[in-house]
Every structure is written in C-alpha cells, then in structure tokens.
C-alpha cells in the first residue's frame, strides 16, 4: 500500500514537470537559508565548549559606572593588581590566569649567530601568561611543557606557527627569537593546532616575566586599566559565579581611592564569544539579539517556502479535480486522498532537501569569507545537520503539504467532475491572497531592514570623524632603544621624500578602541577625577597631520618628557568648567609623580567608533620608548603608489631587522563597522531569497487566477475588452494586496530598527523615502512577476475558453 502511494506521487510529480521544479526551487532555497543559519549559529555556539571545566571558568571584567547618566558598561582590561590581590583574598579560586594580548607584534627568528634568519609580522594571536593559563583550559602540547612559563623569556608557540618560523616544529624547541626588537625569548613547548572554534587563537604564548608585561604585573595602580590586560580563573566546584562577582566588588572597593565606584565582575567562559561590548581575542562576538534576530529570519524565510507550495499546490487545483472526482466515485475515501497528497508533498520535499545541500556546499564557502570564519561543507557533515534536516524535512511536509490535502480530498465529486473549486474562508476572503500578504510583509520588511542598515553603515563611512584620514598611512617602529634612537633620523630621511606632506610619531591612532584609560588629580585637587579618560601619547606634529583643531590655548611643545598636556572639549565639560580658556595652565598629575599644565584645548572629534559618545581624553608627551610605536604620515594624493614603496626602502635601511607594514588610516576606521557590513551583506542576500520566494508565491496565485477566471477573460474579449484593458484589472488585484502587505510591514519595521540603531550614539533618522524605495521595489518586482501569466490570459483565444459553454 505505502510503495502505490509513492509510486503515484512519483508519476503525478513527473507529469507536471514545471510545477515540481517551481516547488523544488521553492522549497529548496527557503531549506537552504535555514540550513545556512543553523550552521552559523551552530558554529558561533560550539566556541570554546570542548574545555572540560568550562562550567567553571570565569572572565574578568571592569564594570565602568558613568557619573553623569548613571550608565553602565562593561570593559575586558582590568587593573594590574587585581590577579594576585584575588589570590589573597580567595584562596580558594583554583587556578587565576593573568594574560596579556598583544596587536601589531614582530617577531625575528635568530640563527646560530644570533643575528636576524627571518622576521614575521603577528597582527594578533601574541600573548602573555603564566601556566595556569594551561591548567584552565585544554590546549595540549605536542612537545615541552607548560611549566617552563614560570621562567622569564620562555615561551611556548603553536605547531603552525613553528611550521612557519622553523619549516617543522621539531626544529623549533629550544631555538631563540626576540619579539619586538627588544626581548630574546626561548622556545620551551609547541602547541597542539588550536581548534579553529577558539577564541584563543594562539601563536606565541611568553611568560609575563618578559618584557614590558613584568612591569606592568609590578603596578599598584589599582584605579587604572588596559583593554590589552585581561585575567580568567577557575572556580572549585561548589563555588558559584555570583560568589565571585560579591568578592571581586569587595576586593576592589576597598583597594580604589578617591571614591571610585567602578568594579570588577565575573563573567562565565560560555557567555564570552556573545559579549559584543567587552569583546574578545578572536574579534568574532556575535550577540544573543543577533542569532535570535537570524532563527527569526530563517523561520519566515521556511514559511514563506512553504506558503508558496500551499499556493501552487492550491493552483493546480483545477488540473486535479477530476482526478480527486473519480477516484472518490470508485470508492477512494478522503484520508487515502490526503495519505496521498502528503506522500507527494513529501517525495518533493525530499527532493528541495537534497538542492538545499547542493546550495548550502556552494553558499557555506562564500559565506564563511564574507564573515571572515572557517566555514567549510565539512560542516554540513555533522550529526546536528542530519537532525535538522530529518526535523526540517518532517516540520516541511506537514506545514506545506498538510492544508492542500484538506483541500484537495476534500472535494465534492460531482463538482469536482466539473470544475467548480472555490477555496475560501468563512468570510468570503482568498488564503491564497492572504497568504500571499504574509510573504511580502516579510519580504517588505527585510528589504527595509537593509535598507536602513546600509543606509547606516554609509553613514559611518561619509561622515566625519573630526580630524583628517586619507591618504595617512600607520607605519609602527620598534620599541628597544638602539631604534629608538633612530626617529630623528627617520624624520629627516621621511621628511625629505618626496610625496610626504608631514610625518608625527603617537601611541596610537585619533580613533580606537584599543586605548589607555585612567583617573587623575586636576588642579591640585586632592581626589582623582570620579571618571576615567583616554590618554594618548603624542608629539608636536600630531594635530597637524590630523588637522585637529585647537579651540583655545596652543599646542605642545616638542619634549621628550611629560609636561604639558591637551585636552579636548568634552573632558572640559566634565570637569564642569564653563569654557575652554578656564582649564588653560591648569596643573594636572598623574600617579605620584608625573605631572604638567593644560597648554590646549582641541575640539572633539569622535575618538572611538560611532557606536559611542565621544570620550574624555588627555595628550601628552614622554619618551619614545615608553608608549610610542606608530608613525603617522600624510602622503599626497597622486603621488601614494610611488611614496609607498620609498617608504620601504627607508624602513629598510633604519630597521633593518623590522617587517615594514603599513595601514591606512581610513581603512582602519573603517574596521570598526566590519561586522556590521559583514551583516548587511548576508541580509542582502536574505531579502534576496524572500524576494525571490515571494514572487513564486505571486506566480502561484496568478496562475489560479488565470485558470479560475479563463471564461471571464473570454467573456470581457468577446465584449470588446483590450489586452491592456484586462492585463490592468487583474494586475490592480496583485497591487493592492503588495500595498496591504507594505503597510503592515512599514510600521513593524519601523520599531524594530528604531530599537536596533539605538545600540549607537551616533545614527541616521529613518526617513520616508526608505519606506517608497522598498515599497516601490515590491510593486515592480511583483508586476514584472505576474506580467507573463496575465498577458498570457489576456491573449488566450476566447472560442477556446467559451467553447464548453
């Protein structure tokens, strides 16, 4: 009995080619994006849960409480006492892991002689630690040990990254590199590869004995953090969180000065990959709101899928009336009829998920380079992917196929026999057409979602930031103090190329989100400031090149030493003077000693992303080697293709042992809206597929139409109609179902993006212009839809039509 049920479906199927490949089509792209989605978010899940005491683990972070709006928000650097002040005071925490992540590192292989074999250029992945790092989470070695990080310039790298440096891993123990130019560092152990699903994406792991991290680990400074100083513990079993959290606020409240109200808290290992305000090491957080705003997404995305095959199946109504007739008047009763229809159903879903597979190993590739992940077909291997997909396949048949098997078996024989279909609610009103309202509602409010994202995005990117960023390249130098020794004469041989309008050394760029924050004592003010500000360290040349604008006072005098200071407008505002004059020779001290005056104030210009208000902030001066590392030079426009390659051949002749990059500055501003464009671009091609699903749908119903209404288009031709004449009437029915959807998508939307671009300070109004543009789209694409059947209906010979009349 079951084989005659797929037997005939398989003969149904393969008689109504069109139908089938319409509904394959369908049906595969709306499982496909599905698929897609629950791969993504499988993958974003699995990060960093095949550490055995993950449950137990434990992030550190700084809980900022602002002092004006009583905001909160959370950061990952933390002050440099706090690990072992915690080791005091919680004896009982397993294991406290300080760690430093470094940006922009050089690495040099020595040879015998121990001078430069090779150099290497780490924009990420150099950290330091100490080995209980490694009793916290499981990256096994191949060869070494861990223990060895107890010593001072020792440091264990990954099996890649030996590959790399030594050509194989074997040949990398016990070899010497130096990291920055300044620190000789052994090689002690050699990583086991690092699973691709880690935050922690090691390279070179050094003990924090080494370099300028020892220093740091010495500071007492309890009222100061940095984004690059992080910890994470490991708690016993019978100790909780929130325990955790009770003791660090302790612990800090007592050791801060001045009042301070920021603290410390605990944040479980599970919830790091999804903090897209603190962020992580691998810099791919993707946020609780965004994966259910992706399952919310896929799911109307499968139900418009499915509303397209309830609209064609419903449509081929007619074609299959007579069938459902005489095989109920040769005694076939309704639930053999729906049994039937739903093994139809099925063998077509089967087929769409075979296509879904197809499109999700072609799309998987594209996807994982546009989101900068490892996302391979392999993926689509898993055990999970099979569930879904037996689930998928199940939910599919049961949501598409099981309203036309009501329908279709449910059909009078004797009107069946004779064509006389009407499938309607209680009130008289099409599903079909209410189905299709349901698709371009959320067809229309995906293509306004992108709209507005993009919208947004082209915002950040044309909007000024206050200070001057193209045609500026970012050259770091090295830090040790035989090349620091060389800047003047790297001024003067930059300075002297032709194509190089200025040239300023600083700590770092005008806008980052990788800054120093710290408290201080304002005009002999007994008490630190209650707020923290940005400091950067810059020289005389640092506001010309960025052409930043002073509002009062001058700039700084060249020095190699800490003595005077800018401040820009909005740290003036919070030390609630009146104008800018009034913080003019102002003294203002930092820890114990270091101490200027205020020679300028600079207009604010936004000194991290647009998604936050512009910062407080302090310039100054110091020596070179103590927080220097960047050149800032301004090419002119028509001259960076030959400037560029001078510029390294200089760096070549200064640092000879250095790997010369550089960076743009305007494409580094722009990296900080990379996951949003990464996103918008998915959602392009999500609102892509709904689109495109939608108009299956609109063909669905405009092919019904077109059976349904045959005689009367011959009737209205034989009265004298026009082919345009019809083609309009039947296409204002489509308009104004467009119409219905779009203004119960606008207003829906609306909301929603109104809460989504609260997430930054700084955003655009959504203006009506967005909504016609996507309104507009909606009624060309679903006209240019329909067209074809309609004038196919228009021009059918009405003697043909008429002729059983």
Same mark, same amino acid.
Request: hydrophobic content about 45%.
């Given at each position: 009995?079951?084989s005659?049920?797929?037997?005939?479906?398989?003969?149904? *199927?393969?008689?109504?080619?069109?139908?089938?490949?319409?509904?394959? *089509?369908?049906?595969?792209?709306?499982?496909?994006?599905?698929? &897609?989605?629950?791969?993504?978010?499988?993958?974003?899940?699995?990060?960093?849960?095949?550490?055995?005491?993950?449950? %137990?683990?434990?992030?550190?972070?700084?809980?900022?409480?602002?002092?004006d709006?009583?905001?909160?928000?959370?950061?990952?650097?933390?002050?440099? $006492?706090?690990?072992?002040?915690?080791?005091?005071?919680?004896?009982?925490?397993?294991?406290?892991? $300080?760690?430093?992540?470094?940006?922009?590192?050089?690495?040099?292989?020595?040879?015998?002689?121990?001078?430069t074999?090779?150099?290497?250029?780490?924009?990420?992945?150099?950290?330091?630690?100490t080995?209980?790092?490694?009793?916290?989470?499981?990256?096994?070695?191949?060869?070494?040990?861990?223990?060895?990080?107890k010593?001072?310039?020792?440091?264990?790298?990954?099996?890649?990254?030996?590959?790399?440096?030594?050509?194989?891993?074997?040949?990398?123990?016990?070899?010497?590199?130096?990291?920055?130019?300044?620190?000789?560092?052994?090689?002690?152990?050699?990583?086991?590869?690092?699973?691709?699903?880690?935050?922690?994406?090691?390279?070179?792991?050094?003990?924090?004995?080494?370099? #300028?991290?020892?220093?740091?680990m010495?500071?007492?400074?309890?009222?100061?953090?940095?984004?690059?100083?992080?910890?994470?513990?490991?708690?016993?079993?019978?100790?909780?969180?929130?325990?955790?959290?009770?003791?660090?606020?302790?612990?800090?409240?007592?050791?801060?000065?001045?009042?301070?109200?920021?603290?410390?808290?605990?944040?479980?290992?599970?919830?790091?990959?999804?903090?897209?305000?603190?962020?992580?090491?691998?810099?791919?957080?993707?946020?609780?709101?965004?994966?259910?705003?992706?399952?919310?997404?896929?799911?109307?995305?499968?139900?418009?899928?499915?509303?397209?095959?309830?609209?064609?199946?419903?449509?081929?109504?007619?074609n299959?009336?007579?069938?459902?007739?005489?095989r109920?008047?040769?005694?076939?009763?309704?639930?053999?009829?729906?049994?039937?229809?739903?093994?139809?159903?099925?063998?077509?879903?089967?087929?769409?998920?075979i296509?879904?597979?197809?499109?999700?190993?072609?799309?998987? $590739?594209?996807?994982?380079?546009?989101?900068?992940?490892?996302?391979?077909?392999g993926?689509?291997?898993?055990?999970?992917?099979?569930?879904?997909?037996?689930?998928?396949?199940?939910?599919?048949?049961?949501?598409?196929?099981? #309203?036309?098997? *009501?329908?279709?078996?449910?059909?009078?024989?004797?009107?069946?026999?004779k064509?006389?279909?009407?499938?309607?609610?209680?009130?008289?009103?099409?599903? %079909?057409?209410?189905?299709?309202?349901?698709?371009?509602? *959320?067809?229309?409010? &995906?293509?306004?979602?992108?709209?507005?994202?993009?919208?947004?995005?082209? #915002?950040?990117?044309?909007?000024?930031?206050?200070?001057?960023?193209?045609?500026?390249v970012?050259?770091?130098?090295?830090?040790?103090?035989?090349?620091?020794?060389?800047?003047?004469?790297?001024?003067?041989?930059?300075?002297?190329?032709?194509?190089?309008?200025?040239?300023?050394?600083?700590?770092?760029?005008?806008?980052?989100?990788?800054?120093?924050?710290?408290?201080?004592?304002?005009?002999?003010?007994?008490?630190?400031?209650?707020?923290? =500000?940005?400091?950067?360290?810059?020289?005389?040349?640092? &506001?010309?090149?960025?052409?930043?604008?002073l509002?009062?006072?001058?700039?700084?005098?060249?020095?190699?030493?800490?003595?005077?200071f800018?401040?820009?407008?909005?740290?003036?505002?919070?030390?609630?003077?009146?104008?800018?004059?009034?913080?003019?020779?102002k003294?203002?001290?930092?820890?114990?000693?270091?101490?200027?005056?205020?020679?300028?104030?600079?207009?604010?210009?936004?000194?991290?992303?647009?998604?936050?208000?512009?910062?407080?902030m302090?310039?100054?001066?110091?020596?070179?080697?103590?927080?220097?590392?960047?050149?800032?030079?301004?090419?002119?426009?028509?001259?960076?293709?030959?400037?560029? $390659?001078?510029?390294?051949?200089?760096?070549?002749?200064? #640092?000879?042992?250095?790997?010369?990059?550089?960076?743009?500055?305007?494409?580094?501003?722009?990296?900080?809206?990379?996951?949003?464009?990464?996103?918008?671009?998915?959602?392009?091609w999500?609102?892509?597929?709904?689109?495109?699903?939608?108009? &299956?749908?609109?063909?669905?119903?405009?092919?019904?139409?077109?059976?349904? %209404?045959?005689?009367?288009?011959?009737?209205?031709?034989?009265?004298g109609?026009?082919v345009?004449?019809?083609?309009?009437?039947?296409?204002?029915?489509?308009?104004?179902?467009?119409?219905?959807?779009?203004v119960?998508? =606008?207003?829906?939307?609306?909301?929603?993006?109104?809460?989504?671009?609260?997430?930054?300070?700084?955003?655009?109004?959504?203006?009506?212009?967005i909504?016609?543009l996507?309104?507009?789209?909606?009624?060309?694409?679903?006209?240019?839809?329909?067209?074809?059947?309609?004038?196919?209906?228009?021009?059918?010979?009405?003697?043909?039509?008429? %002729?059983?009349?």
């Open positions: 009995m079951l005659n049920f797929f037997k005939t479906a398989w003969r149904n *199927i393969t008689r109504q080619k069109s139908y089938t490949l319409i509904n394959i *089509i369908g049906l595969g792209s709306g499982i496909a994006v599905c698929l &897609l989605i629950f791969v993504l978010i499988q993958f974003h899940s699995s990060f960093d849960s095949f550490h055995t005491k993950k449950d %137990r683990i434990y992030r550190l972070l700084t809980e900022y409480h602002h002092a709006t009583k905001d909160v928000f959370y950061g990952s650097g933390i002050s440099a $006492p706090i690990p072992q002040g915690l080791r005091i005071d919680m004896p009982s925490v397993q294991e406290i892991a $300080p760690v430093f992540n470094n940006f922009d590192d050089q690495i040099q292989v020595l040879n015998a002689a121990g001078q074999d090779k150099k290497f250029k780490e924009t990420s992945g150099i950290f330091a630690t080995p209980a790092f490694f009793k916290i989470f499981d990256f096994p070695l191949v060869a070494g040990t861990t223990a060895s990080l010593y001072p310039n020792t440091a264990i790298i990954s099996q890649e990254t030996a590959e790399k440096y030594f050509g194989n891993w074997q040949n990398a123990m016990g070899k010497t590199m130096k990291w920055n130019n300044t620190d000789l560092v052994k090689i002690t152990g050699i990583l086991a590869p690092i699973p691709k699903n880690s935050d922690f994406q090691l390279k070179v792991v050094m003990s924090v004995g080494t370099g #300028y991290t020892a220093k740091y010495q500071s007492k400074d309890w009222n100061s953090t940095s984004t690059n100083f992080g910890c994470y513990v490991l708690l016993p079993p019978n100790v909780t969180g929130a325990y955790l959290t009770s003791r660090l606020r302790a612990l800090v409240k007592k050791n801060h000065t001045d009042g301070i109200t920021d603290s410390e808290v605990a944040q479980p290992l599970k919830d790091v990959h999804f903090d897209t305000q603190s962020g992580n090491y691998s810099g791919k957080s993707i946020s609780p709101q965004m994966i259910r705003m992706l399952w919310l997404i896929a799911s109307f995305i499968l139900i418009i899928a499915c509303v397209n095959f309830i609209n064609l199946a419903t449509a081929q109504a007619v299959r009336a007579k069938e459902v007739g005489i109920k008047v040769l005694g076939g009763n309704r639930g053999q009829l729906q049994i039937q229809f739903l093994t139809e159903t099925l063998v077509i879903v089967l087929a769409s998920v296509v879904s597979l197809g499109i999700s190993a072609i799309a998987i $590739p594209f996807i994982g380079r546009v989101l900068e992940l490892p996302l391979t077909a993926l689509l291997l898993q055990f999970k992917v099979a569930a879904f997909l037996i689930a998928a396949t199940i939910c599919v048949t049961l949501i598409a196929g099981f #309203y036309p098997s *009501i329908v279709l078996s449910g059909f009078n024989p004797i009107n069946a026999l064509s006389k279909l009407a499938v309607k609610t209680a009130k008289g009103i099409s599903l %079909r057409r209410g189905l299709v309202v349901f698709q371009f509602i *959320i067809a229309q409010g &995906l293509i306004i979602c992108t709209l507005i994202i993009v919208k947004q995005m082209h #915002y950040f990117s044309s909007t000024s930031m206050g200070f001057a960023k193209d045609a500026i970012n050259v770091p130098f090295p830090q040790d103090s035989a090349s620091v020794s060389k800047l003047t004469y790297l001024r003067q041989k930059v300075g002297g190329l032709k194509g190089v309008e200025k040239m300023s050394i600083s700590s770092d760029l005008p806008a980052s989100e990788n800054t120093n924050w710290g408290m201080f004592n304002f005009d002999h003010a007994l008490k630190q400031t209650d707020f923290y =500000s940005i400091f950067k360290l810059v020289d005389n040349q640092y &506001l010309d090149t960025y052409q930043i604008k509002v009062a006072g001058r700039d700084l005098m060249a020095s190699d030493t800490l003595k005077e800018l401040i820009n407008e909005a740290l003036v505002q919070k030390l609630g003077l009146h104008h800018p004059e009034d913080a003019l020779n003294e203002i001290k930092l820890g114990e000693h270091a101490k200027g005056i205020v020679v300028g104030v600079i207009k604010n210009f936004h000194n991290r992303s647009f998604k936050n208000e512009t910062a407080p302090l310039m100054t001066t110091m020596k070179p080697k103590w927080g220097y590392h960047l050149t800032n030079i301004k090419l002119s426009a028509n001259s960076i293709a030959t400037t560029l $390659p001078a510029l390294e051949k200089i760096w070549g002749e200064v #640092y000879p042992d250095y790997t010369f990059e550089y960076h743009f500055v305007d494409e580094q501003m722009a990296q900080f809206y990379k996951q949003e464009n990464q996103l918008a671009s998915i959602y392009t999500f609102a892509a597929v709904a689109i495109l699903l939608s108009c &299956l749908g609109l063909y669905g119903l405009a092919s019904f139409m077109a059976v349904q %209404r045959i005689k009367e288009v011959g009737i209205r031709k034989v009265l109609a026009s345009s004449g019809i083609v309009f009437l039947f296409s204002k029915e489509f308009v104004m179902l467009i119409v219905i959807g779009f119960i998508a =606008s207003p829906i939307t609306w909301y929603l993006m109104q809460k989504w671009l609260q997430d930054y300070t700084y955003r655009i109004n959504i203006r009506w212009d909504f016609v996507s309104g507009g789209m909606a009624v060309f694409i679903a006209l240019a839809t329909v067209s074809f059947q309609l004038i196919k209906a228009a021009l059918a010979n009405p003697v043909k039509s008429l %002729r059983s009349e």
